[in-house]
Every structure is written in C-alpha cells, then in structure tokens.
C-alpha cells in the first residue's frame, strides 16, 4: 500500500506500468508482478477543550495553527498514536480510553488523501501544562471564536471540527 502514486516497485525497483486491476487502473511490476494498491493514509487528532478553548500549535514546518495529531505507526491503534502525538507536541499526557471519538473523514491535501480521526478529551483528562515539542514553535490555548473566525491562521479541516463540537448559529 501508498499513499501516493509511485514510479518504481518498492519490492524490486523496476519502473512501473498501468494495468487495469480490480476495476481501475493500477500501478503494477511488470517484474515481479507486485500490485500498488493506493490508499488513503490514517491521520489522527485531538481536541483537548478546556470551556470554550482549546489547544493549537504552531507547526515548526510552518503553515496555519492546527489541533495537535499526526499518523499512526504501523504497529499503533489510533487512540495509542492520537495520545503519543498529544504528548511529543504538546507535552499533555492523556490516557487512550479518555478519548472520545469524534469524526472519521476522508480529506485531501494536494495528492495526498487521509482518513482523520478525530478525538476530544477535556483538560481535565489531561496532565501537564501545554509546552512546544520539537515539531512545534508554540501550544497555546485559544477561544474557539478566535479559531473560528481566523481562517487565514488555521485549517478549514480543524474549523469544521472545532464547529461540530462547539455548536455556532
Ligand atoms: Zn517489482
């Protein structure tokens, strides 16, 4: 599986051809045969509220504020990799049960395709205060008005979220 569209076979290097597998066209070795199946790629976040706030870093990769998450590992259940991202970004511990599920939608940036999982956890489920990890620059709290109203500074996929949990006329 890929999540985007690849050129060579990762199990053999061979340059790749189209074939028609499965009802669409596909990527396949005409060396060894391996089929590339293209998936979406599980991506998780959390929305730790605290009353009318929540909690949004500042990517050190630069881009708009987002609500703390990142993939799974392999090996990883979403929960298990919603609460490590939590920690490494944000350094709040949290428990995997404390979660509740949110959201699981389909979204796209450019070529890449997720499936997003989306938890809440209240503060008070959480330990610590929020400190920038090392893909951060800044955790801060902010007012979901603030959030919700500052599309140039967050992402439209955070905003629909932060929407379906704090209800807006
Ligand atoms: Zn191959």
Redesign the pocket.
Known sequence: MVAVEPYY?H????ELIERRIHGRDRKS?P????RHFRNAVVSVDVIVRDGEEVVLLDPAAGGPWELPGGHPEFDEGPEVAAVRELREETGLEARAPDLDLLSVVHSVHGERHYHMVTYVLDRAETAGEPTPGEEATAVEWWSVDRALSSPSETREIDREALRSVFVRE
């Open positions: 076979c199990q053999c290097g061979t070795c060396e060894c045969g391996h």
